[in-house]
């Protein structure tokens, strides 16, 4: 057994890198019988570590007689509970274990995995989680009602849970065993990630969560009410912002406060909730979680399919989810309570469509779901967990065809993943009763189109898994040591975000005060992002609050969009940060008042003293009013006025992604043309690769600098150039100077001279 380690987005086996190929096997839908001969289907398609879920729900057990409760880990009364098993012919098998233990594991389960008794739907003693409007938050798969995560008894119940199960994997987990690492929760609470603000925790064991948050945030009421304008009496007379689409959401500077605090509560209580989690749990291993990343608005969402509304919020403000994600996903500032993983069901990337309801006809547009897919892995590098293959019922139709999970899989590694899940490796057809109330009754399998059927078939969506498992597993290592050259780092102001999501565009009447709406990821981090992959410009994304003076001179460029208030410490650090040498970019308002609204223009007049001489600095600062990061043309300006030259560029209709170590280059191509041959290239480094490509083909080319006087070449290469959904097979072709490559469909090589 290797000893693993975790550190920066990677985890390493004996201090060398180690490309995590995961595969998620339900073993809970499946018959005991048929457990060692699905692992060993998975271990010959390259797969190295095995995911799964472990439902509360699946391994409980009542005693009618009693009314007592007690846990089956060995299939006593039920052989797909024979957990204990499972894990042994994991480890025999030499395949190392992502384990997820909940409490609640989403999976289309009945309550998410949580039991009945856990449910206010079922048991009156629990308090729901409640919406704005007072309305208990539903699982939408069956309709019950889920528990407010600080509600004492049910957190009893999920510390009792977390200590029950957390004894049955502690002899599994490594050094001693092959577990080596956990997730705890689903997409951080009940799948809420990217829900907006007005969704969570507005039950009454939140709200005094809530209410303590603030006592420890400012002390004292009077300096709660000198910052926002107020006269409360106590903090328990406090309570949070609603959405009235009607009125402004904020008329005061004060009341935007209201907006900062319930964003930075609604942080906090996902991260405090899952560090004590991790306490029940008892296992000291790393901790993954998987945000969902910026999510389209799905049909799914929205009840009884009423246009007007998702859930209960107005179209205008579904385009704000951006702002949602970075307002209560903080994950530079979690990495001390677990380490970033991403769930790309951000839809078909390949053609750009972006939900369920959306007919598999043509490309919608300008890559916005490829945006979003790079997105979700360039924010920090980390495991994509859930990789869609095979959820063609479920999610989307075209899912079964192999090219989309392929591409949309390879674009996360593109994008910074540093390994990922087939979600899921095998379909199942075992339904436990009570196990999935809906499920079950929508599909014979779940999925319906998993690499690996029920009994255990296989055909051109396991064969598309091997091959792209098979080239990570000859490259991977390597591949992980190398890097993106970094252009520019884009920072997130997680306060802008707080604002920006109760606010959508134009005005009035939602907004009425005399400063411009203080903007994050809409409007900002999400048309730069789109600009930086059309022209080849690599970018990182960063929390402000997370990052130094020097984290940011050491920074090529750091771009910033400002509002009109700002941190006192946050001016501060960029200040400090130019005079240290950084180039920062920076556009909007400067800001006037600090985190408490009182006046601090620390920043502005820096920028005042930079333009008349008083100021000086080893760095450089641009400065424009306005937006220019929604601007092309303007953002590119900037960029090149702060020093940037392109060193990749490629055609239209093509996106391409360069890591290099040393000598080493590994290019990523995805083609979005569709029908017939293409002719493209990628220039890198003074490099060009000149390609031949068909409809949808994408690919990844391992190219090794020549020595002085010697050419470059090609030392490996796996292309995708079948496209099952529009049944086109592409002559392919790769050129690097005098070498020619050519691949009829699919292919993959190595060790090329």
């Known amino acids: ?54 439902p509360w729900r699946h391994h409980i057990v009542h005693d009618p007689a009693t009314g007592g409760i007690s846990y089956d880990f060995d299939g006593t009364t039920l052989d797909s509970r024979d957990l204990r098993t499972f894990l042994r012919l994991v480890q025999e098998r030499g395949l190392y274990m992502l384990a997820k233990p909940g409490p609640f594991v989403h999976s289309e389960l009945n309550i998410g995995g949580l039991p009945d008794v856990t449910s206010p739907s ?20 069956d309709h019950t009602q889920l528990p407010s995560p600080n509600d004492p008894a049910f957190d009893a119940m999920a510390k009792a849970w977390l200590a029950a199960v957390g004894d049955v994997l502690r002899p599994y987990a490594a050094p001693a065993g092959n577990i080596i690492a956990l997730q705890l929760l689903d997409e951080t609470i009940y799948c809420t990630s990217n829900d907006a603000p007005w969704h969570f925790a507005y039950d009454a064991p939140d709200l005094r969560a809530f209410q303590a948050f603030l006592a420890g945030k400012y ?98 403000y579904v385009k704000l989810y951006p702002d949602w994600w970075f307002a209560h996903n903080r994950v530079d500032q979690d990495l001390d309570v677990y380490e970033y993983g991403m769930i790309s069901w951000l839809g078909v990337a390949s053609y750009n469509i972006p939900d369920a309801s959306t007919p598999p006809a043509a490309d919608l547009g300008a890559n916005e779901v490829f945006n979003r897919y790079i997105n979700t892995s360039r924010r920090r590098r980390g ?85 792209l498992n ?13 890097e993106l050259d970094l252009d520019v780092c884009l920072l997130v102001v997680p306060e802008y975000a707080a604002v920006s999501s109760w606010v959508p565009e134009g005005k009035a009447p939602h907004w009425v005060l005399p400063h411009a709406v203080p903007r994050a990821g809409h409007d900002v981090i999400e048309p730069a992002t789109m600009t930086c992959n059309v022209h080849g410009v690599n970018y990182g994304i960063r929390e402000l609050p997370a990052m130094t003076a020097a984290d940011l001179a050491a920074m090529p460029r750091v771009a910033v969009h400002l509002g009109f208030f700002l941190a006192r410490a946050e001016q501060r650090k960029l200040v400090d940060a130019v005079k240290a040498g950084a180039t920062l970019i920076a556009s909007g308002e400067l800001p006037a008042y600090d985190e408490r609204m009182q006046p601090c ?104 600098a020549g020595a002085r006087g010697q050419a470059s070449h090609v030392v490996s290469y796996l292309v995708k150039g079948v496209n099952e959904f529009e049944g086109e097979r592409a002559q392919v072709m790769l050129r690097l100077g005098d070498q020619e490559i050519r691949v009829d469909g699919d292919g993959a090589a190595y060790d090329l001279a």
């Open 219 to 316: 002390g004292t009421v009077a300096a709660y009410n000198a910052a926002h304008g107020s006269e409360v009496k106590a903090f328990a007379f406090v309570r949070p912002p609603r959405l009235d689409p009607g009125n402004p959401v904020a008329r005061t500077r004060g009341q935007v406060l209201d907006l900062v605090d319930w964003g930075e509560f609604q942080w906090r209580i996902r991260r405090d909730v899952y560090a004590r989690y991790k306490d029940y749990l008892g296992i000291d291993l790393p901790y993954l979680t998987n945000y969902a990343g910026i999510t389209p608005p799905i049909d799914e969402n929205v009840p009884d399919k009423v246009e007007e509304s998702v859930k209960d919020t107005p179209r205008a």
């Open 122 to 141: 079922f048991n009156p003693g629990i308090e729901p989680v409640r919406i704005q409007d007072g309305s208990p938050l539903y699982w939408e798969y």
């Open 601 to 704: 223009t620390i920043l502005a007049d820096f920028v005042a003293g930079l333009e008349s001489g008083r100021e000086t600095a080893a760095g450089r600062l641009l400065y424009s009013t306005g937006n220019v990061f929604n601007d092309e043309r303007a953002f590119l300006g900037n960029l090149r006025r702060a020093g940037w030259e392109r060193r990749i560029a490629y055609g239209e209709g093509l996106r391409a992604f360069v890591y290099r170590d040393g000598d080493h280059f590994y290019v990523l191509f995805f083609n979005f043309d569709r029908h017939g041959s293409h002719h493209k290239s990628v220039t890198f480094h003074g490099r060009r690769l000149d390609l031949t490509v068909g409809s949808k083909t994408c690919g990844v080319v391992h190219v090794r």
């Open 1 to 54: 057994m290797p000893k693993f380690t975790y550190r920066d987005g990677r985890f390493f086996a004996d201090d060398q890198p180690f490309f995590f190929l995961g595969a998620e096997y339900q073993y809970y839908r499946d018959k005991r019988s048929n457990w060692a001969a699905r692992l060993d289907q998975l271990k010959a398609a390259h797969v190295n570590v095995i995911c799964f879920y472990t």
């Open 383 to 467: 495991i994509n967990i859930e990789e869609n293959w095979g959820f063609a019922t479920l999610y989307h139709p075209m899912s079964k065809y192999p090219m989309i999970p392929f591409f949309q899989t390879l674009a996360c590694v593109a994008g910074g993943c540093t390994g990922y899940v087939v979600f899921t490796g095998v379909s199942h057809g075992y339904w436990v009763d009570d196990l999935d109330r809906t499920t079950q009754k929508q599909h014979r399998t779940f999925p319906s189109d998993a690499p690996i059927g029920e009994n255990g078939e296989t055909g051109p969506l396991y064969d598309a898994m091997r091959d």
């Open 470 to 482: 098979g080239w990570f597993a000859r490259e991977g290592a390597n591949f992980l040591r190398a």
